[in-house]
């Protein structure tokens, strides 16, 4: 079992439309979560931090259950620049990170 | 603020050509740094960890080494490359619990 999956999609959705995407982490010992936002051949970039208490930014919105070990983010009012691959983090100890391979969101007109 | 240097942005090798790639760190000290590699259509792979000057953690066997000659400089090299070591080579410094701050990568293409 990998240790982060996430759907690889592609999602495509219109403009305007609400789009989730989940993951599943096997670690559960694991300490700090993250959604990563990457443009094409371009680096990851941090887009939001994920806590327990679920935690919302604009438009976006993340979800950690840790009982389940899921996390899940919600893009409201989907825009074209949205258009991305959207990377599940998870980190244990001592710093280390592990990512997801990352769903990919088309956003069409 | 903190910024991350990475270079060359990419980089066509022969096989069994000797490898390179720089990364520095400024507006901190003391970073945990990482090089990750990413293969075409294929997740982030943590290669080498350090948490100091002189301390590298290797996360899998492979044909690449890690050095870290100063605080802020880390570099991954080859003697001997491979076509296996194709790929989006990203380096990451960790800060404050808010997640990794990567480069802006490196292209390999070994021909």
């Known amino acids: 079992r990998k240790e982060v999956e996430q759907d690889p999609g592609p999602f495509n959705v219109p403009e305007g439309a609400t789009v989730a995407f989940n993951c599943t982490y096997s670690n559960s010992a694991s300490q700090s979560f993250f959604w990563y936002r990457q443009d094409c051949r371009k680096e990851p970039k941090l887009l939001m931090s994920?806590?327990?208490s679920g935690n919302e930014d604009g438009r976006f919105t993340a979800q950690l259950n840790r009982a389940s070990q899921y996390i899940s983010l919600l893009i409201r009012d989907s825009k074209l620049s949205d258009s991305a691959t959207y990377l599940c983090v998870v980190g244990g100890g001592g710093n280390k990170l592990t990512f997801g391979t990352g769903t990919q969101l088309k956003v069409e007109l | 603020s903190q910024t991350i240097h990475q270079w060359p942005a990419t980089l066509v090798q022969p096989v069994g050509s000797p490898l390179s790639l720089e990364c520095t760190v400024e507006?901190?000290?003391?970073?945990?740094l990482y090089w990750y590699r990413q293969a075409a259509g294929r997740g982030l792979q943590l290669l080498f960890y350090s948490v100091g000057i002189g301390q590298i953690s290797s996360e899998v066997p492979q044909n690449l080494s890690a050095s870290r000659p100063q605080d802020r400089q880390f570099i991954l090299s080859s003697k001997k490359l491979l076509l296996s070591d194709s790929g989006f080579y990203l380096c990451a410094w960790a800060g404050g619990g808010y997640g990794y701050t990567f480069g802006s990568g490196t292209r390999l293409t070994v021909v």
């Open positions: 994920v806590y327990s």
């Open positions: 507006g901190t000290s003391n970073p945990n």
